[in-house]
């Protein structure tokens, strides 16, 4: 009895130490935490708008990137081939002669260049030779036929065995074209890419890389509000400045219907007469459309 009496006052002291410090911990905290709520609700409210000059004016919203310039004025362009054509083989084979080189005018139809074709012609040969000989024998059994010294089921063997064999003649003579290539297109010869002996395969191979440069594309790209002012038939002024002197008159002839929506802008061509190739494709230029 006598040890636990002795040792209460210490216990009373360190109770009240205890309750001491846990009030001023709490007020500490209710200070700390009435702070923060403070802060976060200044952040939150919107500030005034300040008027006048000085480092708090507001600027005007920038304009938009969709708004179209001033009426009339130039926009720039980039001058491209009307067809650009990558010419091959209907036919694998060896390639025996290429006709033209980088440079070249060529014409529709013109034979560019020739893949090696002695086993065809020899077919051909062949089924001519042959059709020759199935016309005389008609010739000798028509007589024979007119005189009933043949059946008609004979003479009608002949008349068709004939038939046939022209049509192996055309079919012949096809295979052996496809041994020849032609241009597709009136232009020029932009790219030599194969040479004689080399083996051209139809899936991958081609031989010749062909423009057609009259007439030429002029390709624009504009603001989207341009779309309700632009339509098929209208004119444009195009200048080649510093290229070319002078300005050339050019035709709408398509508007997209679809704006990109990343850069608000819509593609429009036009279409350049050039008679003898004065201008040449690649070229950047400037456009003012005339309504």
């Not at 034979?111 to 008609?138: D, H, I, P, Y």
Request: glycine share 8%; hydrophobic share 45%; net charge positive.
């Amino acid at each position: 009895m006598f040890a636990i009496r002795a040792t209460l006052p210490e216990v009373s002291a360190s109770l009240a130490a205890a309750d001491f410090w846990g009030t001023r911990m709490k007020a500490f905290l209710a200070i700390l935490f009435g702070a923060c709520f403070a802060h976060a609700a200044g952040a939150q409210s919107p500030s005034a708008p300040v008027s006048g000059a000085g480092a708090g004016e507001t600027k005007p919203p920038a304009p938009s990137a969709q708004a179209a310039p001033a009426a009339g004025g130039p926009l720039e362009c980039l001058v491209e081939p009307h067809l650009v054509v990558h010419v091959g083989s209907a036919v694998d084979g060896v390639l025996e002669q290429v006709l033209v080189n980088r440079g070249d005018r060529v014409r529709k139809g013109q034979v560019v260049a020739k893949l090696q074709s002695g086993v065809e012609s020899a077919t051909l040969k062949l089924s001519q030779a042959r059709v020759e000989f199935g016309r005389r024998k008609v010739e000798r059994n028509e007589e024979l036929f007119t005189k009933q010294l043949i059946s008609a089921l004979e003479w009608d063997e002949l008349v068709t065995e004939v038939k046939l064999r022209e049509q192996e003649v055309k079919r012949d003579e096809e295979t052996l074209k496809l041994r020849t290539i032609l241009s597709p297109i009136d232009g020029v010869v932009v790219e030599r890419r194969l040479t004689p002996g080399e083996f051209i395969r139809t899936e991958k191979s081609v031989v010749l890389k062909l423009a057609q440069v009259d007439p030429l594309n002029v390709e624009v790209v504009v603001p989207a509000g341009y779309f309700k002012s632009l339509r098929a038939g209208m004119a444009g002024t195009v200048s080649f400045e510093p290229y070319l002197s002078g300005s050339y008159r050019a035709t709408v002839v398509v508007v997209d219907q679809v704006v990109d929506a990343a850069s608000g802008t819509l593609g429009v061509r036009l279409q350049l007469p050039n008679p003898n190739n004065r201008i040449p494709a690649g070229i950047k230029c400037s456009v003012v459309f005339r309504k």
